[in-house]
């Protein structure tokens, strides 16, 4: 079964450049979605098909995708940003998500 | 205003059922296939099921293959996940989740776009 990797914790200062990274076989095979979740709420569409940002997510969320790894990049990271981050794609019609990533800030 | 409100959820015993049901209003229903995506206590997101827009194919993650059964009723705007022989494994929030389907370039692409605020089944005796 298909499995998504990601690093279970990143750490940065505020206005630094945030990249939570997801690996898996074969990713650039396949769409990647990234969600935004903060404490007691529920998951946010950040990054759609890699690179796409959905309507009133801020500029400074860009995703890229290559080889095994695709790659969320926050730009000027703020203290609103802290979250935990999860990638998603779809392999033969089966849903995987990545174990999330803790981005503290 | 776009909207999914799930309910349904509750306290319930090892072994036994729950039929969560989610209602949507906003947009177009049957444009949209419907996912439900569930989270344990302190865990990640575990993707449980998904259907398609017109309700032909439906596809489950093999933790609930057998037990769970995805419907959806057009008429009504609304999907329905029915969870049998629960266990402690089972709990958490469930997420109904309006889910994109789109064709780019030969194949297609999914997201998962507006999610609603769950709702809590409990496996405990």
């Known amino acids: 079964s298909y499995e998504l990797i990601q690093t279970p914790s990143v750490s940065v200062s505020p206005g630094q450049t945030a990249r939570i990274s997801c690996s898996g076989e074969r990713l650039d095979d396949k769409y990647v979605c990234w969600y935004q979740q903060k404490p007691g709420q529920s998951p946010l569409l950040v990054i759609y098909?890699?690179?796409k940002r959905p309507s009133g997510i801020p500029e400074r969320f860009s995703g890229s995708n290559s080889g095994n790894t695709a790659t969320l990049t926050i730009s000027g990271t703020q203290a609103v940003d802290e979250a935990d981050y999860y990638c998603?794609?779809?392999?033969?019609?089966?849903?995987?998500f990545g174990g999330g990533t803790k981005l503290t800030v | 205003q776009v909207q999914v409100v799930e309910s349904g959820g509750g306290l319930v015993k090892p072994g036994g059922s729950l039929r969560l049901s989610c209602a949507t209003s906003?947009?177009?229903?049957?444009?949209?296939?419907m996912t439900w995506v569930r989270q344990a206590p302190g865990k990640g997101l575990e993707w449980v099921s998904y259907i398609t827009m017109s309700g032909s194919y439906t596809f489950y993650a093999d933790s609930v293959k057998g037990r769970a059964t995805i419907s959806r009723d057009n008429g009504k705007n609304s999907v329905y996940l029915q969870m049998n022989s629960l266990s402690a494994e089972d709990t958490g929030v469930y997420y109904c989740v309006r889910t994109a389907a789109l064709a780019a370039a030969g194949t297609w692409y999914h997201y998962m776009d507006v999610w609603g605020k769950g709702t809590t089944i409990t496996v405990s005796s």
């Open positions: 906003g947009f177009s229903f049957s444009d949209f296939y």
């Open positions: 998603q794609a779809w392999d033969m019609s089966i849903v995987f």
């Open positions: 098909q890699d690179d």
